[in-house]
């Protein structure tokens, strides 16, 4: 089987290697080539991931990911094309629960960040594993967030990602959702409904865990 984190991973692969290495990205200060190297280490140096999350390890991990960013480019999307062969995520569930929202928004953090951009129409499939992430995700990402968070996705329940006043309702298809909850408010097509001053604060929220 094919999971839809497995075709993310593909797409977002592809979409590497036809914007080329030094584009830049959604991700403020990475290029391609940075979010590549993030996925492979991501993917192979688990000993580096705790600078992802905790700042007095951040160093390490970005020696290690400087490091990978100097392989070939070619050779770099390849590897960001293929989980390590012992990966726990080669079983299908955990690549779901781990890989579907990661893939779906860092390829979306290429594609955002290119002139012209559209929205992508999602697959059912897709659409169903970015909703269990929204809601497993929405409430420790929004934790931060200066005002309530409501998530509306189209023809799903609400979610009520934060739970505070004002209250601010994000309206839109769950993909959209996912990348507004991960700190891409700008590019996220959503409607936003509320306080004028705390939309403001929403839009303007820093998202992460």
């Known amino acids: ?21 030094d584009v830049d990205t959604l991700c403020e200060g990475w290029t391609a080539r ?3 190297a993030h996925v492979v280490l991501r993917d192979r140096r688990p000993d580096a991931m705790p600078g992802v999350l905790v700042s007095m390890f951040s160093g390490y991990t970005d020696k290690v990911q400087s490091k990978i960013a100097d ?26 629960l781990a890989n579907t929202s990661e893939f779906f928004v860092h390829l979306e953090d290429v594609r955002r960040a290119q002139p012209g951009w559209e929205p992508r129409e999602l697959d059912d499939e897709l659409t169903a594993d970015l909703t269990s992430a929204l809601g497993r995700m929405a409430k420790p ?3 931060r967030a200066p005002v309530g968070i ?4 189209e023809g799903g329940d609400p979610i009520v990602a934060k739970q505070a006043e004002p209250m601010v309702t994000v ?16 590019h996220a097509r959503v409607a936003l409904e509320g306080d004028e001053d705390a939309i403001e604060q929403a839009r303007s929220a820093s998202f992460g865990l």
């Open 171 to 186: 309206r839109g298809p769950v993909g959209e959702l996912v990348l507004f909850v991960f700190g891409r408010q700008d």
């Open 141 to 143: 990402l929004t934790r």
């Open 34 to 36: 940075d979010l590549a």
């Open 71 to 96: 392989t070939e480019w070619t050779d770099l999307v390849e590897k960001v094309r293929a989980a390590p062969k012992l990966s726990p995520t080669r079983i299908d569930a955990v690549d779901r």
């Open 150 to 153: 409501t998530l509306a996705p």
């Open 1 to 21: 089987m094919t999971t839809p984190a497995t075709l993310e991973r593909q797409r977002f692969a592809d979409e590497l290697l036809a914007v080329g290495p």
